[in-house]
Nanobody, 116 residues
Framework: QVQLVESGGGLVQPGGSLRLSCAAS????????MAWYRQAPGKERELVAR????????SYEDGMRGRVTISRDNAKNTVYLQMNNLKREDAAVYSC?????????WGQGTQVTVAS
């Protein structure tokens, strides 16, 4: 049974930091490209960052580039998203995604709220 379980979301003040985790099970984690997406109310889901399966090469979308770092621990079947200098507009549900040709898995998401 495939599972992706996100954690680490919550309420943070503007300028604060959060570290999201996504624990994977039920598939060969190391073989999948892992990514973090976010969706704010009334907006489409957007890619935040992606990390490759082999060499762990990370790529970032413009929205949070320079403020986030994606990493993975294949021994722990976990992908992380370190978010710094959070802004009010970063508030969203953050979800992790696992993908390889023919396979596409999603977690339920974790809420991030940025407010004073």
């Amino acid at each position: 049974q495939v599972q992706l379980v996100e954690s680490g979301g919550g309420l943070v003040q503007p300028g604060g930091s959060l570290r999201l985790s996504c624990a994977a099970s039920g598939f060969t984690f190391s073989s999948y490209v892992m990514a973090w997406y976010r969706q704010a109310p009334g907006k489409e889901r957007e890619l935040v960052a992606r990390i490759s399966s082999g060499d762990g090469l990370a790529s970032y979308e413009d929205g949070m580039r320079g403020r986030v770092t994606i990493s993975r621990d294949n021994a722990k079947n976990t992908v992380y998203l370190q978010m710094n200098n959070l802004k009010r507009e970063d508030a969203a549900v953050y979800s992790c995604n696992a993908r390889r040709p023919g396979y596409d898995y999603w977690g339920q998401g974790t809420q991030v709220t940025v407010a004073s």
